[in-house]
């Protein structure tokens, strides 16, 4: 171990505030406070102008694969389509999907492609709000050249089950790092004067029965978590439209909810833009927009245009006054005014996209988030004498995997391979799709002077025989997720548990590498040295894999979800209501007939852990995960010395950071607070990114976020902090309490 390096360095300061923008550049947003209040007052200039007619059209949008012959104007095969008002300037809106890139689902735009992003969660792994901006500018660049101006991005919704279909499009369990990173992307997918969502809202946390399950929790817990996570999110990125979702939230449609949109989104948090509701998500006319609904999407995948003629009734009976009807037209412009989509039109035709430097925004974004779970023995990186490496499943010979549904990109160069759907809730829009990044290749590429061969690994006995064979092993593992339905279970599909103990068992110098969208178990953890979690890594997931398991890349991936030792562990072993969703669908299938009497109606989900979401509710119940929220190995070492927590007013931690080992790494030091003598686990306050050089020292100034260190009172209503000692951890990950401090901090409230 080198001794300390004491050189005067510049102090990195991470300052997590009440409204401040975790690592994110301080440049004048278009969509900040002031310009929204300017935004306001130009729309409402330009309500005032309109018929009552020309205020409906734009209060509900056409799904263009169902809209033919309805609107004179092209419709592009996307996700949404809203027709302009000429006379008064007023923009065609045409809105795509864009999670992780301008989605092109099942190629409905023939031959359109455009850059693939790996999986929100391997987003979330890089800790990095600067990695999440980009990737959010660059979709936003591309998404205008396309033609689009509006992107169904923004995904906050948290993962409260591992087992979660849609949980890959999302930034895991902690509101503190994914609404930072969603607020991240956002700002950078409105840079391009464009419009970005935020999506679900609220709790939106499963698929199965996702269009009925009413999803129960408490006020104060509520706040605490999920909502959490929007709020910080919509503080730091100003996303121009709210999504609602598909389910109940107690009792009320979600995009029907009086609390959620009056109460909690436009009156506490003062939120300026509009509410559109999901593809297929609106029951009602005049409760929905008194409960806050603007704006109903595709509304062909609705049982009935609510907000066309019916809200024109509504208005003229007096259900819906005319103030609501203008306020709700005046949101929408309000959003595409105060990000610059309303006086920026888009091209006539597509315009030029630098796809090769795109692609090395996704890259970036893979390598940054690849995660190094096991690394016994040094067995990774891979050593430049190794001369006969047998790579082993996962389709690693043509590509990587990619998650399913609505976030599905065509990417640049093409899906080597594409399974469609026979059944199943995701068959109509979801193919089972791999992008041409061959780690295979990438793997020779990288290391020309080695026997690299490779080994489908349908049979177990065949590849372990060429394991034995090899002085090293790597066996691709792949798990398959897509929206509208969720994982049965968490074991890696088509026998590959069996695959990787067999090859294990042949081989001692094996690494598994994992693409899936979660967490996964390993019942062959013990026996496998190395492990790395890749996640769907995009369109250039292949040559980050490589970089990773041969060294040109130092990982410094973080989970951002806990991985359970076994499905039990989880607050609800299973999706609640597949069985009998199961069941129905089984009826169904025998009486086709009657098949809609077999539907799946509305069940309660009660999220009996609150707030402790994830990791918090581990430490709870007192178990210990197959590795921790946080967790994350380096090919270096780090070491962290001589901490210093300052408390009074506001909570902040400065400590010296080393790199201790023999190569340049980074390293994410995590802050946990809890109140002592309390009974709440840790809760994650505050967090950077370090890089530094061999033998290199930093000292790191971290400022917990307030709301993450106080409590919400509903009574208040808002949030508390209670006088007195706190715990402070300085940690690796969520269950490292090898350097705690105490500290007394004042009491204070702050608004809801």
Not at 26 to 34: K, L, Y
Request: aromatic residues 6%; proline residues 6%; hydrophobic residues 45%.
């Amino acid at each position: 171990m080198k001794k300390r390096v004491m050189a005067a360095l510049a102090t990195a300061s991470l300052i997590v505030g009440w409204a401040s923008g975790v690592g994110v550049a301080q440049t004048a947003s278009p969509t900040s406070s002031a310009a929204q209040d300017g935004a306001r007052a130009r729309a409402d200039a330009i309500v005032a102008r309109m018929t009552l007619d020309e205020k409906i059209a734009l209060l509900h949008g056409l799904f263009p694969p169902m809209a033919k012959g309805k609107t004179a104007n092209t419709l592009i095969p996307s996700a949404g389509h809203i027709d302009g008002i000429p006379r008064l300037g007023v923009p065609l809106v045409r809105e795509s999907d864009a999670s992780l890139g301008v989605a092109n689902q099942i190629e409905q735009r023939k031959g359109d492609v455009a850059t693939a992003l790996p999986s929100s969660l391997a987003t979330a792994a890089t800790f990095d709000p600067e990695i999440a901006r980009a990737g959010g500018a660059m979709i936003g660049a591309e998404a205008r050249a396309k033609r689009f101006n509006v992107l169904l991005a923004g995904g906050v919704n948290l993962t409260r089950d591992p087992w979660n279909g849609r949980n890959f499009e999302y930034l895991g369990e902690d509101p503190l790092l994914a609404g930072t990173l969603a607020g991240a992307h956002i700002a950078g997918v409105q840079s391009n004067r464009i419009v970005s969502t935020i999506k679900h809202f609220a709790l939106n946390s499963q698929e199965t029965g996702r269009m009925v399950a009413d999803a129960r929790i408490g006020e104060a817990a509520l706040r605490m978590s999920d909502l959490l996570a929007f709020q910080i999110a919509i503080e730091r990125g100003h996303p121009a439209s709210v999504m609602c979702a598909y389910n109940k939230v107690n009792g009320d449609w979600a995009c029907e909810n009086d609390h959620l949109l009056n109460d909690v989104l436009k009156r506490d948090w003062g939120y300026p833009g509009w509410v559109m509701s999901d593809w297929g998500a609106v029951h009602s006319t005049a409760k929905a927009a008194n409960a806050g609904l603007d704006q109903q999407s595709g509304q062909e995948l609705d049982k009935a245009m609510y907000f066309a003629a019916p809200l024109k009734a509504a208005v003229e009976a007096g259900q819906v006054s005319k103030a609501r009807l203008d306020d709700m037209v005046a949101r929408y412009l309000t959003g595409l005014i105060a990000t610059g989509a309303y006086d920026t039109p888009t091209p006539a035709t597509p315009a030029a996209i630098p796809y090769a430097r795109h692609a090395e925004v996704a890259e970036r974004a893979a390598e940054a988030g690849i995660v190094l779970l096991k690394n016994d023995r040094n067995v990774l990186p891979l050593a430049a004498s190794a001369k006969r490496i047998v790579v082993i499943g996962g389709r690693a010979d043509v590509g990587v995997l990619s998650g399913g549904g609505s976030s599905q990109v065509r990417s640049v160069g093409g899906a080597p391979v594409e399974i469609p759907l026979a059944t199943g809730a995701a068959s109509s829009f979801a193919r089972i799709t791999y992008h041409a990044s061959s780690p295979l290749k990438a793997l020779r590429a990288a290391l020309p002077k080695a026997r690299i061969t490779f080994v489908d690994g349908l049979d177990p006995a065949k590849a372990a025989a060429a394991a034995r064979g090899a002085d090293m092993a790597i066996v691709f593992a792949t798990q398959w997720t897509t929206e509208a339905q969720d994982v049965a279970d968490l074991s890696l599909p088509y026998h590959q548990d069996a695959l990787i103990a067999a090859v294990a068992a042949a081989q001692p110098n094996s690494a598994v590498v994992l693409e899936t969208g979660g967490p996964v178990l390993m019942p062959w953890l013990s026996q496998v040295p190395a492990v790395v979690q890749a996640w769907y890594p995009g369109q250039r997931g292949g040559e980050a894999i490589a970089g990773v398991l041969t060294g040109r890349i130092n990982p410094s991936g973080r989970l951002p979800i806990t991985f359970p030792a076994d499905r039990r562990q989880a607050p609800r072993a299973a999706p609640v209501g597949l069985d009998t969703l199961n069941s129905l669908e089984v009826q169904a299938a025998a009486n086709p007939a009657n098949a809609s009497s077999f539907e799946l109606k509305s069940f309660p989900i009660d999220y009996v852990e609150g707030a402790d979401v994830g990791y918090r509710w581990y430490e709870r119940q007192h178990q210990t995960p197959l590795f921790a929220f946080g967790h994350g190995l380096s090919y270096t070492d780090f070491a962290y010395r001589n901490p210093v927590v300052t408390g009074g007013a506001s909570l902040t931690v400065s400590v010296e950071v080393v790199n201790t080992g023999k190569r340049a790494g980074t390293d994410v030091p995590q802050i946990y607070v809890t109140r002592e003598g309390s009974d709440a686990p840790m809760r994650l306050a505050a967090f950077t990114r370090v890089t530094l050089n061999p033998g290199e020292a930093r000292r790191v100034t971290l400022t917990a976020e307030p709301r993450i260190v106080a409590d919400y009172d509903a009574k208040l209503p808002g949030w508390r902090i209670t006088p007195g000692r706190y715990r402070v951890a300085v940690a690796r990950d969520a269950t490292d309490r090898t350097m705690v401090s105490d500290v007394t901090l004042d009491g204070t409230t702050m608004k809801p």
